[in-house]
């Protein structure tokens, strides 16, 4: 994989290809017996099986588009800054769904599916048009660990648009993307005895999708506040990562936005990361790495990557500059 070119603040959303977003009518999920059974049996218990349930979504065998944004759950001005742009960029680019790479619900996560917070700090800010009607899928960040992270799971069932079966799941969009949630939460034992990582590298590695990308709420690699990945992550990520040959790193957990490329903590395959947590929580400062970042900005705001057969446009969106994108990298199938 090669990057192609990288510009700053030129426009991405023009020619966006509109792509389908729901999945099997008003399912939410792909009806799956073994993915039912894990999600009764583990909704807000400890799980003590690593299983990994996979959905299958409908979708353009040509071209997929995706917004994606972490540590937005605040219910305060900043997020709804956020989610006023979010709105306008969807109704742009039609994506097939909205990543949520952690910290879900701030600053205690939430104690159940009915908690209020729920109304208050995802479904009231994100009821615009568009990005009420797009599947979130989404992770745990180490803020919903402090509540009841299987109440997110729980309310996966109450609120359809809300995707996530378990802590640790894999998508697929036909032939052309394979997404790999990872519950990144390993010092608070994520519910399993390897957090599924086990049983997520075995579904990456067979997976024939033209790009993978991965899921989680921590980096492995950051200029922000949150310099080094929790302990016990990077034993786990960085195996997943580069024996299933991924494509992408989506993660949050520091507030701000970054995109890192390199050979992290001595991985044996270069890392393409990007870090998406400028969703509304408090911004954190940035210090560039020389030959590792390329882009690190101190912004509200988030991300859209469009998929096609051979090339991903990812591109950063501020509050601070609208529409017009302040990042745009274009990466090449080798």
């Known amino acids: 994989m090669r990057i192609a070119n990288v510009s700053f603040g030129c426009s991405f959303c023009s020619g966006v290809v509109f792509v389908a977003g729901f999945l099997c009518a008003s399912a939410g999920f792909a009806s799956d017996k073994k993915t039912e059974a894990h999600l009764l049996q583990h909704g807000s218990q400890k799980i003590v099986e690593p299983l990994v349930p996979q959905i299958s979504y409908q979708g353009d065998a040509n071209s997929l588009s995706f917004l994606m944004l972490g540590d937005y759950g605040e219910g305060n001005a900043d997020q709804k800054s956020v989610a006023a ?11 097939s769904a909205i990543f949520g790479l952690g910290d879900n619900i701030y600053p205690k996560g939430v104690r159940s599916a009915d908690d209020s917070q729920w109304k208050a700090k995802f479904e009231d800010i994100y009821s615009a048009a568009c990005t009420k009607s797009k599947p979130w899928i989404a992770v745990l960040g180490n803020h919903d660990y402090v509540g009841n ?30 997404i790999f949630a990872a519950d990144s939460n390993v010092e608070s034992k994520c519910a399993a005895p390897d957090c599924g990582f086990g049983e997520l590298q075995k579904q990456a590695t067979v997976s024939s999708a033209a790009w993978k990308i991965v899921l989680a709420h921590h980096p492995l690699f950051s200029v922000g506040e949150h310099k080094e990945p ?105």
């Open 85 to 95: 742009l979010l709105e306008k960029v969807c109704q742009l680019a039609n994506p």
């Open 149 to 178: 992270p299987g109440g997110e799971v729980d309310y996966a069932r109450k609120n359809k648009q809300w995707v996530m079966p378990a802590r640790t799941y894999v998508v697929h969009y036909g032939p052309l993307l394979d």
């Open 230 to 334: 929790p302990n016990g992550l990077a034993e786990k990520l960085i195996p997943l990562y580069c024996a299933a040959k991924m494509d992408f790193f989506f993660v949050g957990h520091d507030h701000n936005l970054q995109h890192n490329q390199g050979k992290f903590l001595n991985s044996s395959c270069e890392i393409n990361e990007f870090v998406v947590g400028g969703g509304g929580a408090q911004l954190y400062p940035v210090e560039p790495a020389p030959g590792i970042t390329r882009f690190a900005q101190k912004e509200f705001g988030f991300a859209l990557v469009k998929f096609e057969k051979t090339t991903a446009t990812f591109s950063y969106y501020s509050v601070k500059n609208g529409m017009q994108p302040v990042y745009t990298v274009v990466v090449k199938k080798p």
